[in-house]
């Protein structure tokens, strides 16, 4: 098997050849939004977006620096009544975190701090469910089905007294998957009726399907229903930390006198440029779904089967445990995604730049040759 060293110089690597064009941008696209240069190791493991901060964010983000010396309070609430409205919700309705983490902890510390249940698919995001746990909450478990989306009729069935609130990350991480949508709107519509739903779209802007409803709207209805969203992904902002809730008006006090780690005037002003460069959102969702695409025809191809994603990574049937391809992918100069148990064969991988993604791609193959 070739190392990434050797692969890198042969004739199908980078050393000897050009990129296809269909994996280089333009110098006004590299201009525009950035994309990492190629690294020693290539780091598809955290799902994040290589591409951005894109050229509006970064001038922005350096004129902010002169706001620097003041405290972030005024810059938040503007902040805020703009999501407000992108949403179609009050500024009360909004909670700025020091990225979504921090509002999915807070949530789960404010709900069942000292007892206390929370229903959740497995397996999942687990920011909320591990802290809560320090803080005394029980977790009830529900496997996810062999399709690897959420068993809502389990988890419905399992709502009782204790239970504090539902946890559904939508689509899930780590498996990629959408729950459908007249499925989640009677979920949400019938769960909400006995304890607190909790929404993570972090990375709903992914979603592939026409029209798909987020929960915002039963927000703004006053159901019982909080959701969070992110700058991190489809923004590419995970390094500036900052997110936010959308809670109703009922449990919005509740919530925000415990959050501890608010964000700060730089993070501030990217997330409001950020929400304004339309074309670096539409550029990060096309230059993903080509590397989704490129990701699973080499899956086809070598028949490993996987989830279907809405996200920015895939969830594949690595045949081998997680902790051996890992070490291989090292070899080949790529980090991948870690364990998710019970799933110990099965691998996430983050979708990169093109370029990235090409070089997974070929180690990916070279490695399943």
Not at 160 to 184: H, M, S
Not at 351 to 362: P, S, V
Request: net charge positive; hydrophobic share 35%.
């Amino acid at each position: 098997m070739q190392t990434r060293r050797d692969w890198m110089f042969s004739s199908i690597g980078l050393g000897g050849l050009l990129l296809a064009p269909e994996f280089a941008l333009s110098k006004e696209e590299i201009r525009k939004f950035n994309p990492r240069s190629i690294s020693k190791t290539i780091k598809l493991s955290s799902n994040e977006n290589p591409y951005g901060p894109s050229e509006k964010v970064q001038k922005a983000v350096i004129k902010a620096f002169e706001n620097s010396c003041r405290y972030p309070t005024t810059y938040s609430k503007l902040l805020e009544v703009k999501l407000a409205n992108k949403h179609g919700v009050n500024p009360e309705n909004i909670i700025i975190t020091g990225g979504s983490g921090e509002g999915l902890k807070i949530t789960g510390l404010t709900l069942t701090r000292g007892g206390g249940e929370i229903l959740s698919g497995k397996p999942t995001y687990l920011a909320m469910m591990n802290f809560a746990e320090q803080w005394g909450a029980k977790i009830n478990w529900v496997p996810v089905g062999r399709d690897k989306g959420y068993n809502l009729n389990e988890i419905n069935n399992r709502i009782n007294k204790k239970t504090k609130l539902v946890f559904l990350c939508n689509p899930n991480n780590p498996t990629g998957t959408v729950i459908p949508k007249e499925t989640l709107i009677d979920f949400c519509l019938s769960a909400s009726k006995e304890t607190i739903v909790f929404s993570d779209e972090a990375y709903y802007d992914f979603i592939q399907t026409p029209n798909y409803p987020s929960m915002d709207y039963l927000v703004k209805e006053e159901k019982n229903i909080i959701v969070s969203r992110t700058f991190s992904k489809v923004y590419g902002l995970a390094g500036f930390r900052i997110g936010y809730l959308i809670v109703p008006s009922h449990l919005s006090k509740q919530i925000r006198k415990n959050v501890v780690a608010k964000s700060n005037v730089l993070a501030i002003a990217a997330a409001d440029k950020a929400l304004e460069d339309k074309e670096f959102y539409n550029f990060s969702l096309n230059k993903i779904k080509q590397g989704r695409n490129m990701i699973t025809a080499t899956l086809d191809k070598l028949g490993l089967n996987y989830a279907p994603s809405n996200t920015n990574f895939v969830f594949f049937h690595s045949k081998r445990n997680i902790d051996d391809l890992g070490k291989q992918m090292q070899e080949q100069g790529v980090k991948v995604g870690r364990p998710f148990p019970p799933y110990y064969d099965w691998c996430r991988v983050s979708i990169g730049t093109l370029e990235e993604t090409n070089i997974f791609t070929k180690a990916l193959e070279n490695i399943y040759s």
